[in-house]
T-cell receptor
């Protein structure tokens, strides 16, 4: 099982639609979780952290399910500007040298269509 | 604050040439990282550093070298460039991987011909 797995998409959705992405991770002791956004030919940028209690930031809601080892990102009322690749990112547990790094998924591509 | 600054933004190298990709951060972050991203692919870690004077290999270190003489700077050296090193290179830094993740630079697009 890969460390972090995402459906690569693409997800093509009309403006105003609700879309959800899931991501699974292999290490049950992983400590923290994030969603990053990467626009075409740009650097990844932190979108939001994911907390056990779930968290919401405007139209974006992130959830964590530790029992099933997945995190999700829900985007409501999709805008054209939401078109990007969304990267699922996991902070694995400390295990000595080499642990100070996040594990990135390959991303899910979203295209919002007019 | 400038965040993470990478130079150059674009570069074309001939096979066998060498170059240094520069990365500087002004956030006093201890942790710094170099990634490469091939078209349509995910990020692959090349090297990372947990503080000045300390570096370690990532997933794909062959053909690269790094140094970390100061907290601010983390240059990546390519020796004997090969076409397989054509990629986009991102530098990132973090205070702690637990708190807020990474800040990335805008990337260097390298083509080796």
């Amino acid at each position: 099982r890969k460390e972090v797995e995402q459906d690569p998409g693409p997800f093509n959705v009309p403006e105003g639609a609700t879309v959800a992405f899931n991501c699974t991770y292999s290490n049950s002791a992983s400590q923290s979780f994030f969603w990053y956004r990467q626009d075409c030919r740009k650097e990844p940028k932190l979108l939001m952290s994911v907390y056990s209690s779930g968290n919401e930031d405007g139209r974006f809601t992130a959830q964590l399910n530790r029992a099933s080892q997945y995190i999700s990102l829900l985007i409501r009322d999709s805008k054209l500007s939401d078109s990007a690749t969304y990267l699922c990112v996991v902070n694995p547990p400390y295990s000595g040298a080499g642990s100070y790094q996040l594990t990135f998924g390959k991303g899910t591509k979203l295209s919002v269509i007019p | 604050n400038a965040g993470v600054t990478q130079t150059p933004k674009f570069r074309i190298l001939k096979i066998g040439q060498s170059m240094t990709l520069q990365c500087a951060q002004d956030m006093n972050h201890n942790y710094m990282y170099w990634y490469r991203q091939d078209p349509g692919m995910g990020l692959k870690l090349i090297y990372y550093s947990v503080g000045a004077g300390i570096t370690d290999k990532g997933e794909v270190p062959n053909g690269y070298n790094v140094s970390r003489s100061t907290t601010e700077d983390f240059p990546l050296r390519l020796e004997l460039a090969a076409p397989s090193q054509t990629s986009v290179y991102f530098c990132a830094s973090s205070y702690s991987t637990d708190l807020g993740g990474y800040t990335f630079g805008s990337g260097t697009r390298l083509t080796v011909v």
